[in-house]
């Protein structure tokens, strides 16, 4: 099989492929700095594809399908309004992408399913969603399945948050087994070669991709504990107006270790000053928390929340002039994910051929959104 350089693209620019969960109307303030600022960054340079995982929000809400639906519309609406462009980035909507599930099926006998259940994020969501010992066969599944959503793309770099690691580890394992098994990769060529050109022996479909960790690889949720997440009641969404930023900013509670009678250096307020606020402002903040001195919480939460709100303004602007359309914005939405099926179809068509072909299962290839 002739395989020209793997990650190259029509346009000649190296691949990403990342994405978001509907689980949710809108994204929050994790995404942004643990992806999102990372995507904005490198949209131009990269040839994207931002994926809506709208399949795998049914893992979690099977029973609410007009949900499911009313998220994708509002995540979409929210990545146009922080400036993704979908003029230079191809956006994808999971379900319309058949080539997706059909590689998933074969990643999933590449892996053991102990491994799958050991996943530490998968055990974490278990816990952390309240999904008990009765989740979906799907659950654990869409692990397998994030594999595939990536490697259909066959990018090089995955921009997430810290959170996604071990999912893009297993990716890392999926990818390097199929080459070594199909496409005939020596276990001696490094995984990080498997598919470089010029390379001896790199002869695999699959570049083995890489995850790009944001500038806040964990953004804590306003629980303190948890991530800060969509589906657990803890974020300042993008579209949070002014009132309702400083409000979740203000419960935030601020007490003293009752041992170093000291509000710890890793108090969740601390992490949002980092985050939100210039460098030397928040090691400021830092020091005057670390001395143990009188501090006036309510001071700096205003001022944290005029940080965050300054940020997010023009973001809600984009995203409230989209919603004062009559369709609220829905048709835009749908043509430009109808353009983007159109687009990755092509591409994760072309993948399918080949791992096909290199699974020795191919007959002829098929057309679908040429
Ligand atoms: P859910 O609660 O449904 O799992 P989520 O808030 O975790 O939703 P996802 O759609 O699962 O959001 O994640 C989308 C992307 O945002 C992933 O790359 C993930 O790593 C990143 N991300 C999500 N939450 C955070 C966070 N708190 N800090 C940094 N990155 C995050
Ligand atoms: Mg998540």
């Known amino acids: 099989m002739s395989t020209p350089h793997a990650t190259a693209t029509t346009a000649g620019k190296p691949r990403i492929l990342t994405g978001d969960t509907p689980t949710s109307t809108g994204l929050h303030l994790g995404h942004y700095v643990g992806s999102l600022e ?29 949900d499911i639906r009313a998220n994708t519309m509002g995540i979409v609406k929210d990545w146009l309004a922080v400036g993704l462009d979908p003029d230079a ?32 994020t998968l055990k974490t969501e278990i816990d952390t969603k309240g999904l008990g010992d009765s989740y979906p066969f799907g ?6 399945g994030q594999c595939a959503d990536i490697l259909a793309f066959r990018p ?9 690691e071990a999912h893009i580890e297993m990716c890392r394992d999926v990818a390097g087994k199929f080459n070594q098994l199909y496409c005939g990769v020596n276990n001696r060529v490094p995984l990080d070669e498997h598919a470089k050109p010029g390379t001896a022996g790199a002869s695999g479909l699959f570049p083995v991709p890489k995850a790009k960790i944001g500038r806040v690889a964990r953004l804590a949720g306003l629980d303190g504990v948890n991530k800060m997440s969509k589906s657990l009641g803890n974020a300042i969404f993008l579209y949070d107006d002014d009132k309702a930023v400083q409000k979740k900013i203000n419960k935030i509670t601020v007490l003293p270790d009752e041992a ?3 509000v710890p250096q890793s108090h969740v307020l601390l992490q949002y000053c980092d985050a939100f606020l210039p460098a030397a402002r928040a090691k400021e903040i830092r020091a005057m928390y670390a001395a143990g001195g009188e501090v006036m919480h309510g001071h700096i939460k205003a001022e944290l929340g005029a940080a965050i709100n300054t940020l997010l303004t023009p973001m809600r602007a984009r995203r409230a002039d989209m919603e004062a359309r009559p369709d609220k914005g829905d048709g835009l939405v749908l043509d430009i994910l109808r353009r983007g099926a159109a687009r990755a179809n092509t591409i994760a068509e072309e993948t ?3 791992a096909k072909q290199a699974m020795q299962i191919d007959i002829a290839p098929r057309r679908i959104g040429m």
């Open 139 to 144: 659950f654990p599944m869409y692990a397998v």
């Open 156 to 164: 090089e770099l995955v921009p997430v948050g810290e959170d996604q």
């Open 260 to 262: 170093t009678k000291l």
């Open 89 to 120: 980035s191809t956006f994808v909507l999971q379900s319309e992408i058949p080539a997706i599930a059909e590689l998933t099926f074969f990643f999933a006998m590449l892996l053991p399913f102990n491994k799958v259940m050991r996943n530490p």
């Open 38 to 66: 990372n995507r904005l960054q490198l949209q131009q340079q990269y040839d994207c594809f931002f994926l809506i995982a709208n399949v795998h929000a049914f893992t979690t809400l099977a029973e609410k399908p007009a």
């Open 352 to 354: 399918l051929y080949r």
